[in-house]
């Protein structure tokens, strides 16, 4: 089977949706932005063995590679509305392909997105999405808007995936709360319509793709302020307590990537109604710079957060 053969059996039908008028399998996509909005886009690229485990089911591959690249739009508070998937394979596997591509539709059915073009290559297993959409400027959210005196609210628990992660690094997925754990690695949670609702109301906004402590310090570092977390705020999920007990739940929580939550900053006159949106406040943000944590053990957290290259030499 060649590369276009592929295209057609396995990624052609997640490629309709409004506001395209020309889309896969053509040389380019042609797409239709509403008068006055301005174009947003995002590329996330997956690597097989770094971001997710070399024997990882090939949906939830798929259905991942989807949902964290969306993230990046909740961030924005803007919709998604198109993809381009470029797909780098050792061979064209098509148990794998079937998998992936409904793992692919799954995801794209839940955030109403397209699928409009992209590249499929021979080599090491890589998935790159780049995702498009649009909104007016005003709809628009930054990292670099937070005020001292805001208040830091984060939309849902924190360390579920770190956690669902360890456990199929070491192969143990036997309990509801295990299995929990790594259904909220494997399927990243979709938070763009919540951010739209909220946008309103926001200052700045940030996912945490990296860690709770490195996501945070980007926007604070952006926005020219401190931040301020109280650890004993931390949503935890039962499930991260019962499996792991607390010490590691709260390391999780601050260290861990991949939650895809996302952290906001918003005034004080804000807090009520984000909370009843689902926020959770955990801190605030104030004069100075660095992210400090209270109210919680001495974890050693100097140096955390996930980063490519980081043992490289410069």
Do not use: Q
């Given at each position: 089977m060649d590369e276009f053969a592929l295209i057609r059996r396995y990624f052609s039908a997640i490629g309709s949706g409004d506001g395209v008028h020309l889309g896969v399998g053509d040389d380019a996509a042609v797409l239709e932005v509403p008068s006055g909005d301005l174009l947003v886009t995002a590329t996330d690229t997956l690597v097989a063995g770094a971001h997710f485990p070399l024997d990882e089911p090939a949906a939830a591959v798929g259905y991942r590679a989807v949902a964290v690249n969306v993230s990046d739009f909740?961030?924005?508070?803007?919709?998604?509305?198109?993809?381009?998937?470029?797909?780098?394979?050792?061979?064209?596997?098509?148990?794998w392909l079937q998998s992936f591509s409904a793992g692919l539709r799954d995801a794209a059915l839940v955030n109403d997105i397209t699928l409009v073009g992209?590249?499929?290559?021979?080599?090491?297993?890589?998935?790159?999405?780049?995702?498009?959409?649009?909104?007016?400027?005003?709809?628009?959210?930054?990292?670099?808007?937070?005020?001292?005196?805001?208040?830091?609210?984060?939309?849902?628990?924190?360390?579920?995936?770190?956690?669902?992660?360890?456990?199929?690094?070491?192969?143990?997925?036997?309990?509801?709360?295990?299995?929990?754990?790594?259904?909220?690695?494997?399927?990243?949670?979709s938070r763009w319509r919540l951010a739209i609702r909220a946008a309103p109301q926001l200052h700045a906004a940030i996912d945490v793709s990296d860690g709770l402590l490195a996501d945070l310090a980007h926007l604070a570092t952006a926005s020219g302020v401190a931040a301020e977390v109280d650890a004993g705020r931390l949503p935890c999920s039962d499930e991260l307590l019962e499996r792991f007990g607390e010490g590691d739940a709260l390391r999780f929580a601050l260290t861990g990537g991949d939650d895809y939550e996302l952290l906001v900053a918003a005034p004080a006159s804000a807090v009520a109604e984000l909370e009843t949106l689902g926020f959770i406040a955990i801190g605030r943000f104030a004069l100075g710079e660095?992210?400090?944590?209270?109210?919680?053990?001495?974890?050693?957290?100097?140096?955390?957060?996930?980063?490519?290259?980081?043992?490289?030499?410069?």
């Open positions: 909740a961030a924005m508070a803007t919709r998604p509305r198109w993809f381009t998937l470029a797909l780098t394979l050792p061979n064209a596997d098509s148990e992209g590249d499929t290559t021979r080599g090491p297993l890589t998935i790159s999405l780049t995702v498009l959409g649009c909104a007016p400027t005003e709809s628009i959210r930054r990292r670099d808007g937070a005020k001292a005196g805001d208040t830091l609210l984060v939309s849902g628990p924190l360390g579920d995936a770190a956690g669902g992660l360890r456990l199929l690094e070491t192969g143990t997925v036997d309990t509801g709360a295990e299995r929990h754990l790594v259904e909220r690695f494997r399927r990243p949670p660095g992210v400090h944590v209270s109210g919680g053990p001495d974890l050693g957290l100097a140096d955390s957060g996930y980063r490519h290259f980081r043992d490289a030499a410069s």
